[in-house]
């Protein structure tokens, strides 16, 4: 895949009507109450956004919002599906799921850190849109409604492109946590205008793009999380290109079955011990280090207050479950960390949300926080991590997409950069 893109800085934008694909999928509070918990994600577009405003475009940003359900018919089908009893299933609830997922407090939030105006519009490819797209001035910035409220968003519906690119006269692609996915707003609307990144991506590119194809060696990869099947892809491309990978997490339990070790209660994919084995293979034939824990931190409950002890990997008794990374384990990967180049994390070490199973992931984050390597944090719940224990300003890179971030790591195409133009 080619990570060299053209950016908004090669594009004249003066005076012309932009399309500003942003990430604006932001966590709300559960009450219905409309606050934005945690603006990180508005605040990560602010530097393009700014940078269009300050060159004289008419900006038209748009992001999604959750999961609506576009029709009626869907939310039924869905709602059907999930065992709810139809006669309860109503129009008003639909409306009002509708409601929780619109733009107000976006456009509220985007308007107080910009410092300016922020027009707000009724739909995303309606006559509001296309009225207030239509009378935009050099300067201003617009915000379509949730493009997900549209059923042709996620179809990649051609229609729904032609409609978006139609307001505008330049696309530009600044939401990386859904570029891996091939949407009318990601990827659609680059058939018909020219297709640029903005900064967020740029940097993206630049640090993921940067680790995997020329990276500072060596190259230490961390991967956590409790699922080999959805790393799988990951560990695969990461053992082309690393020098060593540390297993962590829940996946480590799976490893360690297929080794022939006693893993207990602990979270197992029966189906994925070959594969793991597999890997275990290949690293041995490539020369890559693969680091699996020595001792782990078993439980006698998923509970966070559980009984607890220490146990070498591979000897958990029937009845306790694994749910950290044990202190020799720790000593190990740290010293892995310490004398690296460049190190990717993607996924915690333990049940990071209990804090008796946190300390594998602190120990980690704070040995990251201290090495001279270039860290790269790979979203979602590494991200989580850091920003929780302070380190967020000693890593290099955090990344704003989870799951983008990891169809990168695998080496597949992401859709969204994809259609960019070439640099």
């Not at 748009?62 to 709602?79: L, N, R, W």
């Not at 979270?267 to 824990?293: F, H, I």
Request: aromatic letters at 6%; proline letters at 4%; a negative charge.
């Amino acid at each position: 895949m080619n990570y060299n893109k053209k950016t908004v800085k090669d594009v004249d934008v003066k005076g012309k009507k932009v399309l500003l694909r942003c990430d604006f999928n932001v966590p709300m509070a559960k009450d219905g109450s409309g606050v934005i918990t945690d603006d990180k994600r508005i605040r990560a577009a602010l530097p393009t956004i700014q940078y269009l405003l300050d060159q004289g475009a008419a900006v038209i940003a748009c992001s999604h919002m959750g999961k609506p359900v576009a029709t009626f018919e869907s939310y039924v089908k869905k709602q059907t599906e999930k065992g709810k009893d139809p006669a309860s299933i109503t129009e008003e609830k639909w409306k009002k799921s509708l409601a929780e997922l619109r733009m107000e407090p976006v456009a509220a939030r985007l308007s107080e850190l910009l410092g300016k105006p922020v027009i707000l519009a009724d739909d995303v490819v309606g006559p509001d849109a296309q009225a207030k797209a239509a009378a935009l001035e050099p300067g201003q910035i617009l915000l379509l409604q949730n493009t997900r409220f549209e059923k042709g968003e996620t179809k990649n519906d051609p229609e729904l492109a032609k409609k978006m690119a139609a307001m505008a006269e330049v696309y530009v692609s600044d939401a990386f946590g859904a570029v891996h996915r091939a949407h009318a707003s990601t990827a659609g609307v680059a058939d018909y205008l020219p297709a640029v990144s903005g900064f967020l991506i740029q940097k993206e590119l630049d640090f993921i793009g940067g680790a995997l194809a020329d990276p500072k060696r060596p190259l230490v990869a961390i991967l956590g999380g409790s699922k080999v099947s959805s790393k799988i892809g990951v560990i695969n491309n990461l053992l082309e290109i690393a020098d060593t990978i540390i297993i962590g997490g829940g996946m480590a339990y799976t490893f360690s079955a297929a080794q022939g070790g006693k893993v207990g209660d602990s979270l197992l994919e029966e189906d994925w011990k070959d594969y793991a084995n597999d890997m275990v293979k290949k690293a041995a034939d490539k020369g890559v280090k693969l680091l699996l824990p020595v001792d782990t931190v078993v439980a006698d409950a998923f509970a966070p207050d559980a009984k607890s002890q220490v146990v070498k990997s591979g000897e958990i008794p029937d009845g306790w479950q694994g749910l950290d990374i044990g202190p020799e384990t720790v000593a190990l990967y740290c010293q892995a960390v310490a004398g690296a180049g460049t190190v990717i994390w993607n996924g915690p070490m333990g049940v990071f949300e209990f804090a008796a199973f946190a300390k594998g992931t602190e120990a980690v984050a704070e040995a990251l926080s201290k090495t001279d390597a270039i860290t790269i944090i790979g979203g979602g719940d590494s991200a989580a991590a850091v920003q929780q224990l302070g380190y967020a300003d000693k890593m290099t890179h955090i990344s704003t997409g989870g799951g983008a971030s990891l169809e990168f790591m695998e080496g597949k195409e992401l859709p969204g950069v994809a259609c960019l133009l070439d640099a």
